[in-house]
């Protein structure tokens, strides 16, 4: 698959976003194709990753994780064993929801999913903190969540 999508595979995109379990004869009359071109058309693009996968979206709160932070990582050293290890210590954290690197004073944000704030604490102190590397970490509490979205906007082109 091409790395560009076409306005059919956008359209079918943005509503799979909206309800992934829409049935596929409801999709195809939404997008005006056939059945056959829709299914083909999901398929590839599973296939080529555009698709990465199917889930079921959480309402974190009546989950019982009402507390997210952003905690923003800076390390003492950039060497080739520290980033990784680090990397690879946030990756088995549970509550650790996401962690991007990046470019500037910070190294990782990582957005952090836990019930309360004292599990963020105990999060904090035992396992974030204890990390080999790891110089700093300013932590910051999310109060109120003006936009909350997983849906990309897919555009042709």
Not at 18 to 29: G, H, K, N, S
Not at 135 to 157: C, F, M, P, Y
């Amino acid at each position: 698959m091409a790395d560009k999508v076409d306005d059919l595979d956008a359209r079918i995109l943005n509503l799979l976003q909206e309800d992934a379990r829409i049935p596929l004869v409801d999709l195809a009359d939404k997008v005006a194709s056939s059945r056959s071109a829709v299914w083909r058309r999901i398929q590839k693009m599973e296939e080529a990753g555009v698709i990465s996968g199917h889930t079921v979206l959480l309402d974190a709160e009546k989950a019982g994780l009402g507390v997210l932070v952003f905690a923003q990582v800076k390390m003492h050293a950039h060497s080739r064993d520290v980033l990784p290890d680090f990397m690879e210590k946030v990756r088995g954290f549970p509550e650790v929801i996401e962690c991007h690197t990046l470019m500037g004073d910070i190294d990782f944000i990582l957005k952090v999913r836990v019930r309360d704030v004292q599990a963020y604490e105990e999060f904090f102190w035992n396992h974030l903190s204890q990390i080999d590397g790891v110089r700093e970490i300013n932590s910051s509490i999310a109060l109120t969540a003006v936009k909350n979205t997983t849906k990309l906007q897919v555009v042709a082109g």
